[in-house]
């Protein structure tokens, strides 16, 4: 079956470093995305890993362990406008289209 | 930003009435998805389509019809409406075949159904 997991919520402080984990089990994996969403607009895609390994894009950064079936966000030096949810979705070898989790909801406070 | 468009942008409408929603893109990516919406289910797949006329279902597709005569649309059908399909509505487009497969998403579409 396929199955990806991750925390509801989230709240962190303005400034400070927060970790957002996913888990996956999926059948014919090939690589794991994360976007974020701010409320009441659309998703927009941050980042993609397919191979085991961080990934660095600025503030924010995205591991990935195949083996753990793993992986994380990075959000450094967090700013009031990262409020937002974050979706973690798993790709699949052929046409099958993305899987997404459900999604966490970051809440920046001052 | 893909351009990818969904109309109308909010709806209300009655328990019985079809609706349909629109997805215009003008990327001529080969991939295109119906996503419904809601509080504590995150986005779920409803159908999708992999070419002119090529559609498959997705995990909630039940109430919903999908069709696509040409690249650029893809239209999504309540045959006959129900409180429960009351969501926010998302298209989204991809081009497999030649990038990593991300997904751009449309604005949505917030549908009632009173």
């Known amino acids: 079956g396929q199955n990806i997991d991750q925390p509801t919520e989230m709240t962190a402080t303005e400034g400070a470093i927060v970790q957002i984990n996913c888990t996956y089990q999926?059948?014919?994996?090939?690589?794991l995305f994360w976007y974020q969403q701010h409320a009441g607009e659309a998703p927009t895609f941050l980042s993609y890993?397919?191979?085991?390994g961080l990934e660095e894009k600025g503030r924010f950064s995205s591991f990935l362990s195949r083996s753990k079936g793993y992986s994380y966000l990075l959000l450094k030096e967090l700013q009031m406008k990262d409020s937002a949810s974050y979706l973690c979705?798993?790709?699949?070898?052929?046409?099958?289209?993305?899987?997404f989790g459900k999604g966490t909801r970051l809440s920046v406070i001052a | 930003d893909a351009g990818i468009t969904q109309s109308p942008r909010h709806k209300v409408t009655e328990t019985g009435t079809p609706v349909t929603l629109r997805c215009h893109q003008t990327e001529n990516h080969r991939y295109m998805y119906w996503y419904r919406q809601d509080p504590g289910h995150g986005l779920r797949l409803i159908h999708y389509?992999?070419?002119?006329?090529?559609?498959d279902k997705g995990e909630v597709s039940d109430g919903y019809s999908v069709s696509r005569s040409k690249t650029e649309d893809f239209l999504l059908t309540l045959e006959s409406a129900t409180s429960s399909q009351t969501s926010v509505y998302f298209c989204?487009?991809?081009?497999?075949?030649?990038?990593?497969?991300?997904?751009?998403f449309g604005p949505g579409t917030r549908l009632t159904v009173t």
């Open positions: 999926t059948s014919g994996f090939n690589g």
């Open positions: 389509s992999y070419g002119v006329k090529d559609t």
């Open positions: 989204a487009i991809s081009d497999r075949d030649r990038e990593i497969g991300e997904q751009y």
């Open positions: 979705a798993a790709s699949q070898t052929g046409n099958t289209p993305l899987v």
């Open positions: 890993n397919v191979l085991d």
